[in-house]
Antibody, heavy 123, light 111 residues
């Protein structure tokens, strides 16, 4: 059974940093790309970042480019999102999602999702 | 303002059929990129409902179906049940933005 468990969320001041983790199990982690998708309170879904199965290719939404860094440790079956220079508009539940391919393709399907971790940016 | 436009809400009585539209443009759906649909039950994470425009993952009832034509896609739900009450999101890829994009979401209410 595929399981994705996010952690690392919390309250942070504007301009601060936070590192999210997503522990994966139930599938061969290195064989699949992964994504982070966020959902602001009461709002819709927004794709944030993606990484290939090898970790060699990374992708970012313009809204987080230069501030967020996605990475993965295939030996630990764990996905990360380093978030710097956080803004109030980054407040959201952050979901990690498994992609149904090893590479990140335009037709990327997010076939499994974690339960999410809440990040609140406020003074 | 989402790149993919969905109606904010739809409703139907138990047993009825409802459809949810997802309207894009020539840089996303109209460019031939696949559309996927996700169901988000209240207080839970999204779940893949339809992939590749019209395919159902294992375990998804055949009451759910998807289609795509031109710059739009649709999700149809037949034999509406109370447990279908949820938010539904479409997703595709936009070549102008070079991003994966979601619709704004549609809240389905079962009357």
């Amino acid at each position: 059974e595929v399981q994705l468990l996010e952690s690392g969320g919390g309250l942070v001041q504007p301009g601060g940093s936070l590192r999210l983790s997503c522990a994966a199990s139930g599938f061969t982690f290195s064989s699949y790309a992964m994504s982070w998708v966020r959902q602001a309170p009461g709002k819709g879904l927004e794709w944030v970042s993606a990484i290939s199965g090898s970790g060699g290719s990374t992708y970012y939404a313009d809204s987080v480019k230069g501030r967020f860094t996605i990475s993965r440790d295939n030996s630990k079956n764990t996905l990360y999102l380093q978030m710097n220079s956080l803004r109030a508009e980054d407040t959201a539940v952050y979901y990690c999602a498994k992609v149904a391919d090893i590479v990140v393709v335009p037709a990327a399907i997010h076939d499994y999702w974690g339960q999410g971790t809440l990040v609140t940016v406020s003074s | 303002q989402s790149v993919l436009t969905q109606p904010p809400s739809v409703s139907g009585a138990p047993g009825q059929r409802v459809t949810i539209s997802c309207t894009g443009s020539s840089s996303n759906i109209g460019a031939g990129y696949d559309v996927h649909w996700y169901q988000q039950l209240p207080g839970t994470a999204p779940k893949l409902l339809i992939y590749g425009n019209s395919n159902r993952p294992s375990g998804v009832p055949d009451r759910f179906s998807g289609s795509k034509s031109g710059t739009s896609a649709s999700l149809a739900i037949t034999g509406l049940q109370a447990e279908d009450e949820a938010d539904y999101y479409c997703q595709s890829y936009d070549s102008s933005l070079r991003d994966w994009v979601f619709g704004g979401g549609t809240k389905l209410t079962v009357l």
